[in-house]
């Protein structure tokens, strides 16, 4: 009788633990954070004179709108010193990040590793836009399958296909076609998603 007790109430002590454990979500930074699709269509477009827009690109990357002797150049582009410095910071993303800390454990995921340049520009982005993230909460990767997450936010399908928790599919102009994914298109709707439900 006293080991099924003493079962029991390492039982319970675990099933209460975990009820406290906040559950985790990973969040990508470029096009979910940071708008680094308006920034590379801006330096394309100021040296080439053209005018791409976010709606040439419905269905595509830039690479597949961008003539193939150009290419090059666009990977300059992103191994620039100053590329992932400058970008924007997506409307609303800040408040929302900060009111999500206080109810989930939350981790940056950069797929950083396929611009292996941009670590610093991208960490100090960081470190001026969400200060409230530690250090120890910035993961620089390729693979997002190696994170242990409940939820993935991600806008490369790619991303998500191997993820073992829920992945979330933010709104891009190349992935307009994906429905495999429960989609957001801002920060609001992830709010709405994590926040305005509980």
Known sequence: MRTLNLLLTRYHWNVRMKSEIPQRICIDMDEVMA????????????????????????????????????????????RSDDFFDVLDVMADAPR???????????????????????????????????????????????????????????????????????GILYDSPHNIAVRSYRRVHNWLEIEALFLNEK
């Open 35 to 78: 708008d680094s699709i308006a920034e590379h269509l801006s330096r394309y477009n100021r040296e080439y004179n053209d005018n791409i827009t976010k709606a040439d690109l419905n269905g595509k990357w830039i690479w597949d709108v961008v003539a193939l002797d150009r290419h090059p150049r666009l990977e300059e582009y992103l």
């Open 96 to 166: 929302v990040l900060r009111a999500l800390q206080q109810r989930y454990e939350v981790f940056i995921a950069s797929a950083a590793m396929e611009v292996p340049t941009s670590f610093n520009a991208k960490y100090r982005w960081l470190e001026r836009h969400f200060p409230t993230i530690p250090a120890t909460n910035i993961v620089f990767c390729g693979d997002k399958s190696i994170l242990r997450a409940d939820f993935l936010i991600d806008d490369n399908p790619r991303q998500l296909r191997r993820f073992s928790g829920e």
